[in-house]
């Protein structure tokens, strides 16, 4: 399921991006959720109390709050969604890409260019959705999609992998978890902790703070690497 937030204070620019987004997924087939907004305000405030969004369509000159000051503020706590930014006003493009955005679409050429922008992020999409890591412990079997793993850390002969569901143990390195991993999304950030780079909140000096709120250690040597992995993954999947 693909939730896509839009915000746009122009009733009629609202309604022709909901007509083309729902003419692209529906001619898809695939699951999706839209929520219109024309108060950035309102939108932030759902944020707030727990709406989570997988895209989020702004439109820059907006009333009171800009869609830039909304981006900013959706950053702060939501590090993976997809911004695109539709408007007219072009001269805020440099701006706009300061807060990892996807696209800037000119409204003009909206029918266009907005399908081939969801043609690129919806096959990120979709690879977040569909990997998982498969856990058998004694008392149960659990398939657990990548993007809810928070971080795993190291405990005795077992790993702890913290994931949205709560933790579960398993009886294996944290080397071998890491490599049947095998995604770029996991980095080794101390000898006993792996993160999920999708729920890195902030890395401040020798510390990253998850979306789950725990601090987990980032060791001197590894410190420059687990930087330019953050870095180098986000530059590639936006």
């Known amino acids: 399921m693909i939730h896509i937030a ?42 707030e109390e727990g709406e989570y969004y997988d895209i989020f369509l702004l439109d820059v000159e907006m009333p009171g709050m800009s869609g830039l000051d909304v981006a ?9 969604p997809f911004i695109i930014y539709i408007t007219d006003y072009l001269e805020y493009a ?4 300061e807060v990892n955005t996807f696209r800037y679409i000119p409204k003009g050429v909206l029918e266009k260019k907005l399908p081939q922008a969801y043609n690129k992020l919806c096959s990120y999409l979709l690879i977040r959705e569909e990997k998982k890591y498969y856990v058998e412990t004694s008392s149960r079997m659990e398939a657990i999609p990548y993007q809810n793993i ?9 790993v702890v992998i913290h994931n949205k569901m709560g933790a579960c143990k398993i009886r294996k390195t944290l080397k071998e978890v890491y ?12 000898k006993g902790f792996v993160v999920n780079i999708l729920h890195v909140m ?11 709120g725990e601090r ?7 410190l420059g690497d687990v930087k330019n992995q953050i870095t180098e993954y986000w530059r ?3």
Not at 94 to 97: D, G, H, K, S, T
Not at 150 to 158: L, P, R
Not at 216 to 222: A, G, K, Y
């Open 236 to 238: 590639k999947n936006r």
């Open 179 to 190: 490599e049947e991993l095998n995604s770029e999304m996991f980095i080794f950030v101390d």
């Open 72 to 80: 900013k503020k959706i950053r702060v706590n939501y590090p993976e």
């Open 216 to 222: 987990i250690p980032v060791s001197r040597p590894r």
């Open 6 to 47: 839009i915000l746009d204070d122009d009733k009629e620019g609202l309604e022709k991006i909901k007509e083309t987004t729902n003419s692209y997924f529906v001619s898809r087939g695939a699951e999706y959720t839209i929520q219109a907004y024309q108060k950035s305000e309102l939108l932030l405030m759902d944020l």
């Open 94 to 97: 440099v701006e706009a890409y």
């Open 150 to 158: 928070y971080y795993m850390e190291k405990d005795g002969k077992y």
């Open 202 to 212: 902030s890395l401040k000096q020798r510390e990253i703070v998850v979306r789950s």
